[in-house]
């Protein structure tokens, strides 16, 4: 064991011991009501252990101590500092973009609403990965309403649930507790979990259908939360929850500007998150909020930006393989880019080995690497860095080797995610016209055209200017293709029309 773990679990032996104490309890009686020898519990609070995850819940448990525990043993080396701290820079809460918008006040859908914590992907932003319980959905008025008086704001400002004056003063009475406790405790711990699980439920029902209401509420709840970050802040806490769980709001704001096409927005959410994430050495967070932000840069085609933000990427923490993995398929697109294929074809081969390697720390804190799913994004990567090395290079092997890697990715594709099935068709079509078949993208794309053009998201529709300037740009005179041109005239038509009577 290394000086900064046995330094880390030490932290926890103390913490350990403190509660014990506090409960009353010897060593051998705590031992006894969590089912371990004694010994062992002597061990951990001497930092010479590690402890066996299933004994740290039962811990938290028998010493009511809020998760505290679970919080120091999921990430030991990133626990919050003392409380003794300096303010963090007023930069950090500085202006946001967009601004408060009226929403439905829906509730979530009760079918969403997950029991626990990881979901979607999203981690306890103060426990990590260690497994928390997630508040009952019809809490959740009263919760909001602590939210709202942390943040002095009126109960049901955050734009969705019910809004009641009960659960107003309750919430307030709440917020009063909350406001002279620890990180973690009561009712803030409560609260972090409810709105991490209304994410999740935003996560979800964006899978289905995107809309300006789903935004609206992401970007609502976001500001709500730096305003607590900020109100915690000044009394001297570090607003370690708050500002995980605010750098998982800004990555999800972030995608859905791109959604509608805003990349500016985007990559401003973007900033915003890493920021957050930086300030709370959330390593996790600021892995996938680069990658993000390398896709964005890679979108305008820049090579040497796109390389700047992949690397960084693998710099955020080396012994994280699937941080390494993630670095090296987002490389592989920027070699593609700069029309280097030694070096793209390289880092491909590394992220197939990184990812054959993936350990179960690696799943707990990138879910969407796992299975199937996993498998999806990485030939998804895979196919899209060869994809651009054929376009760079003209080599209709590479290009062929993109469509296998393509078709694999959508062969893999959830049905519920429209949106990456109309990407990689289109990707699948341009992996043909780069290996010269011009009929075969054009069967391809044909039948998605319509709904790709209506899309208006970032990402697809860079694929459509590569696919149309190959097809158009090289086979021009062909029938299919000016057929297909044709199509393309009456698809942009038609939503030009729809988009101005929705206009009026």
Not at 1 to 18: C, I, K, P, Y
Not at 63 to 83: I, N, Y
Not at 90 to 97: D, E, I, S, V
Not at 199 to 224: G, M, P
Request: hydrophobic share 45%; with cysteine.
């Amino acid at each position: 064991m290394s000086v900064e773990t046995v330094q880390a679990w030490g932290e926890f032996g103390r913490r350990l011991r403190s509660r014990r104490r506090q409960a009353g309890l010897t060593q051998l009686q705590l031992g006894l009501r969590v089912g371990y020898h004694h010994t062992l519990i002597s061990k951990l609070e001497s930092g010479l252990r590690e402890p066996p995850a299933g004994l740290v819940r039962r811990l938290d448990a028998v010493l009511e101590t809020g998760g505290e525990l679970a919080a120091l043993a999921a990430a030991p080396r990133e626990a919050p500092p003392a409380a003794d701290r300096p303010p963090l820079d007023r930069k950090l809460f500085g202006a946001m973009p967009g601004a408060d918008a009226p929403g439905s006040g829906e509730a979530p859908d009760p079918r969403l609403w997950p029991a626990e914590l990881p979901a979607e992907g999203l981690a306890c932003p103060l426990h990590g990965t260690a497994g928390c319980a997630v508040p009952d959905l019809g809490e959740l008025p009263e919760l909001l309403a602590v939210l709202a008086a942390l943040t002095g704001r009126s109960p049901g400002a955050a734009g969705i649930g019910p809004r009641t004056g009960a659960a107003g003063a309750r919430g307030a009475a709440a917020a009063a507790r909350a406001r002279g406790t620890g990180t973690g405790t009561g009712a803030e711990a409560e609260l972090l979990h409810a709105l991490t699980a209304v994410l999740a439920c935003l996560i979800r029902e964006a899978f289905h259908r995107t809309t300006a209401d789903s935004l609206a509420t992401v970007e609502r709840l976001l500001r709500s939360v730096v305003r607590w970050a900020e109100e915690v802040n000044a009394t001297g806490r570090l607003p370690y929850g708050q500002l995980r769980l605010a750098a998982q709001y800004a990555q999800v704001a972030g995608r859905l500007r791109m959604q509608r096409g805003q990349g500016g927005i985007g990559m401003a959410w973007f900033g915003h998150g890493l920021g957050w994430a930086d300030a709370v050495h959330d390593a996790p967070a600021r892995a996938t909020l680069l990658s993000d932000m390398c896709t964005l840069v890679r979108l305008d085609e820049d090579p040497g930006s796109t390389l700047a933000y992949a690397q960084a990427i693998g710099a955020v923490d080396p012994r994280r393989r699937w941080v390494a993995t993630l670095s090296g398929l987002y490389q592989a697109r920027g070699y593609a880019l700069g029309h280097d294929a030694a070096e793209c074809r390289r880092h491909i081969t590394a992220a197939r080995r990184g990812f054959a390697r993936l350990g179960r720390r690696d799943l707990l804190e990138a879910p969407w690497l796992a299975g199937a799913e996993g498998e999806m994004r990485v030939e998804s990567a895979i196919g899209g860095a060869l994809r651009d090395l054929a376009a760079a290079t003209g080599d209709r092997t590479t290009a062929r080797r993109a469509v296998e890697a393509t078709a694999r990715s959508r062969a893999r594709l959830p049905e519920v995610m429209r949106a990456t099935h109309l990407l990689l068709t289109l990707r699948l079509a341009d992996g043909w016209a780069c290996a010269g078949d011009p009929g075969a993208a054009v069967a391809v794309a044909g039948p998605v055209l319509r709904e790709a053009v209506a899309a208006r998201e970032l990402m697809i529709s860079a694929e459509l200017r590569g696919l149309h300037g190959r097809l158009f740009g090289r086979w021009g005179d062909l029938a299919e293709v000016r057929e297909y041109r044709e199509r393309l005239l009456a698809a942009d038509a038609a939503d030009a029309a729809e988009a101005t009577g929705s206009r009026l």
